[in-house]
């Protein structure tokens, strides 16, 4: 009976032995499981989450503000000028620019006296054929016997001719450009002559009772002009007119430069009168007077500079 017993705990302590093993073998596929999982879920996460952090990133991320780039950049005209204080735009600066010195040079011109016929600038010659009459109620019997000096002298010297009781000599202080048959006639006639005037005159003084000047003593220096003033005064008996022009008027074009040497010098009427102290030259004030009255009948103002002077004796 003990023998039986015996094999009885044996068999028994046998199972809760492999009982045992099992439940420990269950414990380790239990964790390995659970190990498994929490390294899938691990890996999940390390997917997921960037994932999220993207889309994050680029809901809560600001819209670019293209209209403050494009005004950065510059590429819409004035829009910087506009935006930024500190740096404005080039181009309306250089308009600012340009309006400024437009408005100065019309104000010194107008300011200056300047008067422009046409494109081609104010020709006092032009302006004497205008003044031929009034001169000739102004001097009278004086117009007689006149010289005229300066460019395009042919058409002053026909015009004069015209005149009743007058007769009429001309200097031409630069070559003639293609003359017409006319000056032609005048020049072979020795009415005309082309002279330098720098030089002395080919007259006798007191050859003529009027001397004329016009569009000459711009074009002179200062050192020929103390030689060459003296000596139209010096051929005159009556008296000599200066015409001259205004300061800030457009004389010669390019292209006659060649001609006349050098470009006007415009002259004030105070920068004459100085000059005609110092050359002995007497202002003729019964001329002016009589000049003034019969332009202000006609209601005429004169482009250019009109000067009456004393004859030289």
Not at 79 to 84: E, F, I, K, P, T
Not at 158 to 168: F, H, N, W, Y
């Amino acid at each position: 009976m003990e023998k039986p017993t015996k094999t009885t705990v044996m068999g028994g302590e046998k199972n809760n032995v492999m009982g045992g093993e099992k439940m420990r073998q269950e414990e380790r596929v239990s964790k390995n499981t659970s190990r498994s999982r929490s390294t899938s879920t691990s890996r999940a996460s390390l997917f997921r989450f960037p994932v999220l952090g993207a889309f994050n990133c680029k809901t809560m991320s600001r819209r670019p503000n293209t209209g403050r780039r494009l005004a950065d950049s510059g590429s819409i005209p004035f829009v910087g000028a506009l935006h930024s204080k500190s740096h404005p735009s080039p181009l309306l600066s250089i308009g600012l620019v340009v309006v400024g010195a437009l408005l100065i040079v019309g104000y010194v011109y107008h300011g200056s006296g300047g008067r422009s016929g046409d494109i081609g600038g104010v020709s006092c010659t032009l302006e004497l054929q205008k003044l031929i009459p009034i001169l000739k109620k102004a001097y009278g019997d004086s117009t007689r016997k006149v010289l005229h000096v300066g460019p395009e002298t042919c058409s002053v010297v026909s015009q004069l001719l015209k005149e009743e009781d007058t007769e009429a000599w001309g200097v031409e202080p630069y070559e003639l450009d293609d003359p017409d048959s006319n000056c032609k006639s005048l020049v072979r006639k020795g009415i005309v002559r082309v002279a330098d005037i720098k030089f002395p005159l080919p007259y006798r003084p007191k050859s003529f009772s009027l001397v004329i000047v016009s569009d000459a003593l711009d074009y002179l220096s200062p050192k020929y002009l103390n030689k060459t003033v003296p000596e139209l005064a010096r051929v005159s008996a009556d008296g000599l007119v200066i015409l001259s022009g205004y300061p800030g008027q457009q004389r010669a074009k390019v292209s006659e430069l060649s001609k006349f040497g050098r470009p006007a010098k415009l002259r004030s009427s105070s920068w004459w009168i100085r000059f005609f102290i110092q050359t002995s030259l007497e202002e003729n004030e019964s001329a002016v007077k009589k000049f003034e009255q019969a332009a202000a009948k006609k209601s005429y103002k004169s482009a250019c500079q009109v000067f009456h002077l004393k004859p030289l004796h």
